[in-house]
């Protein structure tokens, strides 16, 4: 079935560095891929999505590319903020259901 | 994007206890999802709410631990029947919109004693 695979452990990092979160997929068919974040306390927000193959999803900073040919989605910020640190969560599907991934922390340390 | 609240937005509940969580959509809807996510883990569905019909499972959840009712396309609600330490989590619905986008409620959050 389609699943989606995120890389282990947390991730620290000082403010302004760079950020990546990979995320890999198996899927049969096209299905759109979403990048959601928790922030402390809070429910899943859409950060992105990208519904075919090369769209680049962005949003406040945040970009991913559907990769077709590698099966990836990874989430890259060029400056992270301390208010950026949150759970990452990379996820596959569409109207009928989401497959997520593990997720991942982000704290980003002043 | 359709805003979501859940009521409540928290509860401490005994063992053995039943809790009806609640979802309200600010505009109508086809497809409404109820997720659990355990502590430090990542959501899993439980079942999809479907308006005037009985809702459809996941593989490991049932209906007389999970009943679900969706009386109309803005509106549903999850109870978590008998309940034990094991069904401590955050329990989140979802609607979609658009294009086969979900977005999310803010989240009940449960914790049984």
């Known amino acids: 079935g389609d699943s989606v695979t995120q890389m282990e452990g947390p991730v620290t990092l000082s403010e302004e560095a760079f950020l990546t979160i990979n995320c890999t997929y198996t899927a049969t068919g096209y299905p759109s891929l979403f990048w959601y974040v928790q922030y402390p306390g809070e429910g899943l927000q859409l950060l992105l999505k990208a519904t075919k193959a090369d769209d680049k999803g962005s949003n406040k900073g945040f970009e991913a590319t559907y990769r077709k040919e590698t099966t990836s989605f990874h989430l890259e910020k060029g400056s992270v903020q301390v208010s950026d640190s949150a759970v990452y969560f990379c996820a596959l599907g569409g109207n009928n259901r989401l497959a997520f991934g593990k997720g991942n922390q982000v704290v980003v340390i002043p | 994007s359709a805003v979501i609240s859940q009521k409540p937005s928290r509860d401490i509940c005994q063992r053995g206890t039943s809790l009806t969580i609640q979802c309200q959509v600010d505009?109508?809807?086809?497809?409404m999802f109820w997720y659990r996510q355990q502590p430090g883990q990542s959501l899993t569905l439980i079942a999809t709410a479907n308006q005037g019909s009985e809702a459809t499972y996941e593989s490991g959840f049932v209906i007389d631990k999970f009943p679900i009712s969706r009386p109309n396309l803005t509106f549903s609600t999850l109870t978590v029947s008998n309940m034990s330490p094991e069904d401590s989590s955050i329990y989140l619905c979802s609607v979609t919109q658009g294009m086969k986008t979900q977005y999310f409620g803010p989240g009940t959050r449960l914790l049984v004693l």
């Open positions: 505009s109508q809807v086809t497809m």
